[in-house]
């Protein structure tokens, strides 16, 4: 059984920061590329921020510059620093981690719960 935790979401005026964190827990024999995805309200769930179990990492345009994803491999843990926030960063904020679990060949896609990011003007 796998599950991925997340926290650090809050309220923030403009121009606040926020770190994001969630950690794996389970049987987990490795972790492949970890991310982070956001769902404002009536929108569609967008790719925020990647990174590789290597450390390659990618973003999408509109956080370039003002988010960095990291990860400890050893903690299990990718973590999202948000600086210079703005208003339309309001979201719900997913995790999401490729998984192998232990005495399992394949791959699985896991989720966090989400958490809450609010940005006010």
């Known amino acids: 059984q796998v599950r991925l935790v997340e926290s650090g979401g809050a309220l923030v005026q403009a121009g606040g920061s926020l770190r994001l964190s969630c950690a794996a827990y389970g049987t987990i024999a490795s972790i492949n590329l970890m991310g982070w995805y956001r769902q404002a309200p009536g929108k569609q769930r967008e790719l925020v921020a990647t990174?590789?179990?290597?450390?390659?990492?990618n973003y999408v345009d509109s956080v370039k510059g003002r988010f960095t994803i990291s990860r400890d491999n050893a903690k299990k843990t990718v973590y999202l620093q948000m600086n210079s926030l703005k208003p339309e960063d309001t979201a719900v904020y997913y995790c999401n981690a490729g998984i192998t679990q232990r005495r399992i060949t394949s791959e699985s896609t896991y989720w966090g719960q989400g958490t809450q990011v609010t940005v006010s003007s």
């Open positions: 990174i590789t179990s290597g450390g390659t990492t």
